[in-house]
Nanobody
Framework: QVRLVESGGNSVQAGESLRLSCKAS????????LGWFRQTPGKEREGVGS???????FVADSVKGRATISRNDAGDTLYLELNNLKPEDTAMYYC????????????????????WGQGTQVTVSS
């Protein structure tokens, strides 16, 4: 059983940067794809981006140019660096992973994530 724990969320001013981390424990290599999602109350969850087993990252258009997603060499920690934060980036940010069967189905697209963390809150003030 893999456990995902996010950290790094904070309350910041617009224009500042944050680096979120997601530590996978248990059997992290079973996570063939790791990704970030975000959600605000009353809105649908939005995919921010993901990293495949080869370290190739996908970043959503909503944060492209401001976000960098990466995974450490050990494969057990996922990062999301967000620059030039905007008030619309305010959300609960969740880390998620895909086991092999889910990855076979949809590779590292933003569907079929089957393991989730508890989230870390990012609040951006104007």
């Amino acid at each position: 059983q893999v456990r995902l724990v996010e950290s790094g969320g904070n309350s910041v001013q617009a224009g500042e940067s944050l680096r979120l981390s997601c530590k996978a424990s248990g059997f992290p290599r079973s996570m063939y794809c790791l990704g970030w999602f975000r959600q605000t109350p009353g809105k649908e969850r939005e995919g921010v981006g993901s990293v495949d087993p080869d370290g190739i990252a996908f970043v959503a258009d909503s944060v492209k140019g401001r976000a960098t997603i990466s995974r450490n060499d050990a494969g057990d920690t996922l990062y999301l660096e967000l620059n030039n934060l905007k008030p619309e980036d305010t959300a609960m940010y969740y880390c998620a992973g895909k086991t092999f069967s889910a990855w076979l189905n949809s590779r590292c697209t933003m569907q079929d994530f089957d393991t989730w963390g508890q989230g870390t809150q990012v609040t951006v003030s104007s």
